[in-house]
């Protein structure tokens, strides 16, 4: 009995192999390309996420390292969302649409 169910599993995973497979197309990251000799701080995102917890804001989320060595990203004040980035000297701004 466990060699037939062995020898099962062994022909279904065989034709697994066979079958022909559908190929997802990948798209591409988007990433911004630094100038070479940018220098970037060490700030991570638990940091800034923090800072702005403390803040007051709400759910910082999609938070993203620019070039600029400023973090972008969402959040909620006062019951709206809203675009924020954190600059390098740590300040909290709200970004246009």
């Not at 197309?25 to 995102?45: R, Y």
């Amino acid at each position: 009995m466990r060699h037939k169910l062995i020898l099962s599993a062994t022909i279904a995973v065989a034709a697994l192999l066979v079958l022909p497979s559908r190929t997802i197309p990948l798209i591409p990251v988007a990433q911004a390309a630094c100038d070479p000799g940018t220098l970037l701080d060490k700030t991570t995102v638990d940091q800034i996420r923090d800072r702005l917890i403390k803040a007051g804001y709400k759910n910082p989320a999609k938070l993203r390292k620019g070039c600029d060595n400023a973090w972008h990203g969402t959040a909620i004040k006062d019951g709206q969302a809203i675009n924020i980035a954190v600059t390098s000297d740590g300040r909290i701004v709200q970004e246009g649409d």
